[in-house]
């Protein structure tokens, strides 16, 4: 009876001890330890982005058979702080008007019928004067203007038609487009005008396949910019210039970066100028036809020591013009691991917001 009784004792024991051990280390032990530490933040510290939801397709044409008649009344039927993707599929024709999209209206698509086919157009010059009496400025002469975030345009022209000054001429700037906005994208689309043709004001923006013409700093602002496979196109008289870059600390991640670009037209043609004292500028597997100013690259006042902030540099570039990109000694050849984050989209942060078969 004792040795059965002490064997029970023993089989209990273990068994005690099996049951501790299993659910000291069991499954729904550890998940609830687990979700402790990883529990999730409170709302108010997490920055969860939310994406469009559904689609809207609007149509514009001249011919009265869309749903509208011009650009901007499209544009103006969408609700403000809309959360839909939105295609504004524009027919062929010119559209004669000026173009606002606000900070409200973000995921508008312009889509076009082709860059010779779609064409938006104004006139305004820095010097006319706007409503209310004062002078426009340079930049509300856009024919364009855009604010909102995740804007697309596609095969499409933007064009300011006032004539092109000569160079040191005074209140002639007019820009077709401005991007003020975040995360805009353009492809197969053209720019058209001759001082401050396009605005690249503010923001990260991936340009790809697009003819951009002017004659004076006809890429210009402050924004994070990738150029891809583009058409810059020079019409300047007696001198030009093709960026004018704003960047005014270290601090700031902006700057322009053109990849597999054609630089073609008149000149003589400054490539980049130092329109803010840390301006970036970086010209990648580029063309240059015979048209680049002696030097290349001008510091903007010639009095502010800008040379040795500023940060403008080529890799491996060809023409007949290349040689004259590296013709001042702040303008630098950039050995591959100095060129690389000017090369790829992640100079955009293009990974989370381009999709791969538009890069």
């Known amino acids: 009876m004792a040795d059965s009784m002490s064997s029970s004792f023993f089989v209990l024991c273990c068994l005690a001890s099996f049951f501790l051990l299993f659910f000291s280390h069991s499954p729904l032990q550890v998940a609830g330890s687990d979700a402790a530490a990883h529990a999730p933040t409170p709302a108010k510290h997490r920055h969860r982005w939310v994406g469009p939801i559904g689609h809207l397709l609007i149509t514009v044409g001249v011919d009265g058979s869309a749903d509208f008649e011009s650009v901007q009344a499209a544009v103006d039927s969408i609700p403000e702080n809309?959360?839909?993707?939105?295609?504004?599929?524009?027919?062929?024709?010119?559209?004669?008007?000026?173009?606002?999209?606000?900070a409200n209206k973000p995921f508008i698509t312009f889509q076009g019928e082709g860059r010779d086919a779609t064409v938006i157009e104004w006139h305004d010059r820095a010097s006319d004067r706007g409503a209310n009496g004062q002078q426009l400025r340079t930049y509300r002469t856009a024919s364009v203007s855009v604010f909102a975030n995740y804007f697309s345009a596609r095969?499409?022209?933007?064009?300011?038609?006032?004539?092109?000054?000569?160079?040191?001429?005074q209140g002639w700037q007019a820009v077709a487009f401005r991007i003020s906005g975040d995360k805009a994208y353009f492809s197969g689309c053209g720019f058209y005008g001759a001082q401050d043709t396009l605005c690249d004001d503010a923001g990260r923006h991936y340009f790809r396949e697009c003819y951009i013409e002017g004659s004076i700093d006809f890429i210009f602002g402050n924004g994070r910019s990738m150029y891809k496979d583009c058409q810059l196109h020079s019409i300047a008289t007696r001198f030009g210039s093709i960026a004018a870059h704003g960047r005014k600390s270290?601090?700031?991640?902006?700057?322009?970066?053109f990849v597999r670009c054609r630089v073609t037209g008149t000149g003589p043609l400054y490539v980049g100028r130092a329109m803010g004292r840390y301006s970036r500028i970086v010209y990648s597997y580029t063309y240059f036809d015979d048209l680049v100013a002696h030097g290349g690259w001008d510091d903007w006042d010639h009095a502010s020591n800008k040379n040795k902030t500023m940060f403008f540099g080529v890799?491996?570039?060809?023409?007949?013009?290349?040689?004259?990109?590296?013709?001042?000694?702040?303008a630098r050849e950039l050995d591959y691991d100095e060129a690389h984050r000017?090369?790829?989209?992640?100079?955009?942060?293009?990974?989370?917001?381009i999709a791969p078969y538009d890069a």
């Open 82 to 102: 809309n959360r839909k993707t939105v295609t504004i599929r524009i027919s062929a024709g010119f559209y004669i008007e000026k173009v606002v999209v606000p």
């Open 155 to 169: 095969n499409i022209s933007f064009k300011n038609t006032a004539p092109a000054p000569m160079p040191g001429m």
């Open 250 to 257: 270290p601090e700031e991640e902006t700057g322009f970066a």
């Open 315 to 330: 890799y491996k570039c060809f023409g007949p013009g290349a040689a004259a990109t590296r013709g001042v000694s702040w």
């Open 342 to 353: 000017f090369l790829v989209k992640s100079f955009v942060n293009g990974r989370h917001w």
